[in-house]
């Protein structure tokens, strides 16, 4: 096969380039994985290149897994091409670890190859563990989310604790004692956290020579995707790895460096040229994705950066719709402009939507919205499937069985389900493992040894112990799949959920049967334990894209490396995006305007960008005023298209769920008896404490109601005419719940029926 086909020159030049640096400049939607995986191809076919010596290392699952799929394709019928390896970063260090990571007991005492991999979730229990030995209140001190991030932050900047306790902020050296007993517990339940991946790498590639020499004769050609999103010890492990052959290709675009409040570094593909001197650079910057509008729109926006190597995307696509800017009176009418027109645009059941926010929050009324007009759809970034409790759950037995000295997974399983061990009992156990500097196992194993534990709890603990013994054993010769199954009936956590005859029981079930189905695939593999929780942990939020979702919600920084034919991008607003916290760093700004750009180069043939004139922030009482992003203001005013404004009137047969509220509303006021005569009306609202139409007061005579106080909030009563400092006027139509907790249901005027939180509501009586 002629693997240079159809390439353009310089897509061809990047394949052909063989020995030395490449660094390959590649804009959005230039074909930058055609031509890694041409390369690769091409390396192996042409230049006889092993597929062992050939590492691509990427970001995602979902890259790594299309990759290898083209090179699959491109090389024919023929079985994969046997060791060729394409992975994320992590993976690749984990496989490195679990292969050749004896010596980095030398650096990290306790550490062995059966190490576990905590996720965020273990992670936060190491970091609320650390902070109560320390007597750090979350309330008084930071919450434990946040000294998760500022951890996670110090090791992507490769910050010991000695480095954070040198600070003169007194909050700062607290957070280094932190550090410093999260770090040992960790190392005491021979524990990596994803960062670790990284870092205890390119520690023992450092320290073990022979290692070290080893890889660079293994991988021969190394080819990194994404470069412009490396961190600095991926960098480091980059040049370890490329230490003797420099056969190393690097491909990113320095405008879509979008991580680095995550510990990404510009400066590795900024600097590159002036790292290897002798590196050619290959500009990709004909655009196979966008039309000629959407381009020229993204690339003048992001031309006002000044960290850019430089490039102009070029299309031979058509000129193609104007881009839409869409100025909403509120979110609210932003989000139902977004509904709106995706059904307008929408027709085949191949229509591919993207709507995309820049923080997780907005997606609130958005989903509101298509929910109302009956729109399915899909939002990336949610709850994994490997992040459900039940599953944890499984997957802790598996990690306990695997590492003994895994204390999060022991704490975590040891009752659940119950077996009748009380917090008491746990806090005596983890008190005994730190005053005799014992994982939890140990500690365990000892009390129960000395009977330190009240007879009921003894006993129980010993049945504990024995099953996780026993688990150990069938581990050894049972596949995985039927140690799973084992562990799920004999643990008594399958049995629980089964005579739980709850929907949510019968879901957990359902999710735990697809974990035995992901447990036969990779006894089908060959897997075991290690590689099956090393999958489970390295699941990312962007491997959760449905593919078949029509409309698919999510943020920018997810949106990386997808198209779409449509997208939107609501809350273009000064504050929100570019966010707040970038206006006082121009780096912080330029990162923004990069991730805008990223966003507007996910869309195909249709764009639109929405702001909105208020906005509620933080459950406040107030509607804040927000002002057009400056990005809006740098596009070119020849490809943008203002749109109008959306009538005011919901048309109800749009919305389902307005329309089943009416009749709620209607079923619920006209209750009893009809009220046919003046008298019979008066009466009706005489009943509720209302003032009854002046008419119909002065015709039945009856006197007038008191008007209701003039003040907002509380005591709002049914039938009361209010205003909205939003929807205008309108009349109360229904009422649910007390307190603070109590629902109104107003009909405004020109908006239909909208339901509101009465504390929050802002109504006020007619003047």
């Not at 027109?341 to 820049?358: F, G, M, T």
Request: one cysteine or more; glycine letters at 6%; aromatic letters at 6%.
């Amino acid at each position: 096969m002629d693997f240079l086909a159809g390439l353009n020159p310089q897509q061809r030049q990047a394949v052909t380039h063989v020995d030395g640096p490449l660094l390959i400049l590649a804009g959005a939607g230039s074909g930058k994985t055609r031509v890694i995986t041409h390369r690769i191809a091409h390396l192996i076919r042409h230049h006889r290149v092993h597929p062992a010596a050939i590492a691509a290392v990427t970001f995602t699952n979902k890259a790594a897994d299309e990759m290898r799929e083209r090179v699959h394709h491109l090389l024919g019928d023929s079985p994969p091409p046997a060791g060729l390896t394409v992975s994320t970063f992590h993976s690749f260090c984990v496989r490195l670890l679990r292969r050749d990571g004896q010596r980095l007991a030398e650096l990290r005492p306790g550490f062995t190859r059966n190490f576990t991999i905590y996720d965020e979730g273990e992670q936060l229990a190491v970091v609320k563990a650390a902070c109560r030995r320390l007597g750090l209140e979350e309330k008084r001190f930071m919450t434990y989310r946040g000294v998760q991030s500022r951890l996670s932050h110090a090791k992507n900047h490769q910050e010991s604790p000695r480095d954070l306790a040198a600070s003169r902020d007194e909050k700062t050296r607290k957070l280094a004692e932190v550090f410093e007993l999260y770090e040992a517990l960790l190392r005491q339940s021979n524990a990596l956290d994803f960062d670790d991946l990284l870092l205890e790498t390119v520690r023992l590639l450092r320290h073990d020579e022979a290692a070290r020499a080893a890889y660079n004769r293994r991988i021969v050609q190394l080819l990194i995707d994404e470069y412009q999103d490396t961190n600095r010890s991926q960098y480091e492990l980059v040049r370890l790895l490329t230490d003797t052959h420099r056969n190393l290709c690097v491909v990113g675009d320095e405008d879509q460096s979008i991580y680095g409040w995550r510990g990404a570094d510009i400066r590795n593909i900024l600097d590159f040229e002036r790292d290897f001197p002798d590196a050619l650079t290959i500009r990709l910057e004909e655009n196979y994705r966008s039309t000629k509008n959407i381009l020229e729109c993204a690339s003048q926006l992001v031309a006002n950066n000044r960290q850019r190597l430089g490039k102009w995307l070029w299309t031979a696509a058509p000129e193609g719709e104007r881009i839409g800017i869409y100025e909403a009176r509120d979110a609210e009418d932003e989000a139902l402009f977004i509904a709106e027109r995706i059904d307008r645009l929408v027709q085949q059941p191949s229509d591919r939507v993207a709507v995309l926010y820049r923080t997780n929050a907005q997606s609130r009324q958005i989903e509101e919205a298509l929910r109302r007009s009956g729109r399915p759809y899909h939002v990336v970034g949610g709850f994994s499937f490997y992040q459900r409790a039940e599953i944890k759950n499984a997957l802790a037995y598996l990690k306990l069985i695997h590492s003994p000295q895994d204390s999060v997974s022991l704490l975590r399983i040891v009752n659940t389900p119950a077996r009748g061990i009380g917090k008491t009992t746990l806090e005596q156990l983890e008190s005994y493992a730190l005053d005799h500097n014992l994982d939890l196992d140990s500690a365990l194993a000892r009390m129960l040894a000395e009977q330190r534990f009240p007879p009921r709890a003894q006993a129980a603990l010993e049945a504990f112990r024995k099953l996780i013994q026993d688990l150990r054993g069938a581990a050894a010769s049972e596949p995985l799949d039927e140690l799973l199954h084992q562990v799920l009936k004999r643990s008594g956590y399958w049995g629980m959920l089964e005579r739980d005859d709850s929907p949510e029981a019968e879901a957990r079930l359902e999710n735990l049967k697809e974990l035995l189905n992901a447990a036969a695939e990779a006894t089908e593999r060959e897997e075991g334990i290690p590689e099956f929780l090393d999958h489970a942990a390295l699941v990312s939020e962007a491997d959760s894209l449905d593919e078949r979702a029509q409309v698919s919600l999510l943020t920018l920084h997810n949106a990386k490396g997808l198209e779409f034919p449509i997208v939107f991008i609501a809350g273009l607003e000064q504050g929100l995006f570019p966010h707040s916290r970038s206006m006082e760093r121009p780096e912080a700004l330029e990162e923004e305007r990069r991730l805008c750009y990223v966003g507007m180069t996910r869309a195909r043939q249709r764009l639109f960008l929405s702001w909105a004139r208020v906005r509620r922030r933080w459950a406040g009482d107030d509607w804040e005023p927000s002002n057009p992003s400056q990005f809006l203001r740098e596009l070119p005013a020849a490809v943008t298209e203002p749109l109008g404004e959306r009538p005011s009137t919901v048309q109800v047969d749009l919305f389902a769920e307005q329309h089943q509220v009416r009749e709620s509303v209607r079923k619920s006021v006209l209750p009893g008896k009809t009220y046919n005569s003046l008298e019979n009306i008066a009466e009706f609202f005489a009943a509720r404490g209302l003032k009854a139409p002046s008419q119909v007061a002065a015709a039945a005579g009856q006197p007038k109601v008191v008007a209701m106080p003039r003040k907002p909030g509380k005591g709002l009563v049914l039938g009361a005419e209010v205003v909205h400092p939003r929807y205008g006027r309108g009349t109360i139509v229904r009422r649910e719940g007390e307190g603070d907790a109590t629902k109104l249901t107003v009909s405004f005027h020109k908006h239909g029926l909208v339901k509101l939180i009465e504390r929050y509501a802002s109504l006020k009586t007619p003047e």
